[in-house]
Nanobody, 127 residues
Framework: VQLQASGGGLVQAGGSLRLSCAAS????????????MGWFRQAPGKERMFVAT????????YYTNSVKGRFTISRDNAKNTVYLQMNSLKPEDTAVYYC?????????????????WGQGTLVTVSS
């Protein structure tokens, strides 16, 4: 499975960005809609942290507390794409953002719940 994240950039505090992650290369018999998806982020000098996750149907979502009410994860199974809408951005949201796929469909918050990772897209929020 290959994941291509995009949409990062430089934005002022209070601004918005929408990240996209396009998936391809699924094993025979599986499709994008078979998997749960997650977003993680890694700030400079820090470990990779959970941001948000969404179930394979899109019916269940979960967020880390620091982004609740500001970020929204969604998916379009027809386009094999998961999104992260980020509003009211803060300087502490600055990080490389990674999308990930869980083969088991677990809607998890640990990096160990995910099997495939994208290359990351950099989000920089200036104060």
């Amino acid at each position: 499975v290959q994941l291509q994240a995009s949409g990062g950039g430089l934005v002022q505090a209070g601004g918005s960005l929408r990240l996209s992650c396009a998936a391809s290369g699924f094993p025979s018999g599986f499709s994008f809609s078979s998997y749960s998806m997650g977003w993680f982020r890694q700030a400079p000098g820090k470990e990779r942290m959970f941001v948000a996750t969404i179930s394979w149907t899109g019916g269940s979502t979960y967020y880390t507390n620091s982004v609740k009410g500001r970020f929204t994860i969604s998916r379009d199974n027809a386009k094999n794409t998961v999104y992260l809408q980020m509003n009211s951005l803060k300087p502490e949201d600055t990080a490389v953002y990674y999308c990930a796929v869980s083969r088991t469909g677990v809607v998890g918050t640990s990096a160990y719940d995910y099997d495939y990772w994208g290359q990351g897209t950099l989000v920089t929020v200036s104060s």
